[in-house]
């Protein structure tokens, strides 16, 4: 296996949510109003929100395919 694969990373599912979601298409004057931004963001998903976005069933997947 590669050293590093963003597949295997539930993080990575977060992070493009939030680029998807919010950072996509949109000027900030700052980094103060991206960080509000973010935190906003972040603040307003619930724990059902995020297990979703980062299930495992896609490593799961990935692992099953290296057997």
Request: one cysteine or more; charged letters at 20%; hydrophobic letters at 40%.
């Amino acid at each position: 296996m590669p050293p590093y694969l963003p597949e295997l990373n539930p993080k990575e599912y977060i992070h493009n949510h939030l680029r998807n979601k919010l950072l996509n298409n949109r000027n900030f004057v700052g980094i103060r109003q991206i960080g509000h931004a973010i935190g906003r963001f972040t603040d307003r998903m619930t724990c059902d929100e995020v297990k979703s976005i980062a299930m495992m069933a896609p490593i799961e997947a990935l692992l099953s395919v290296q057997k």
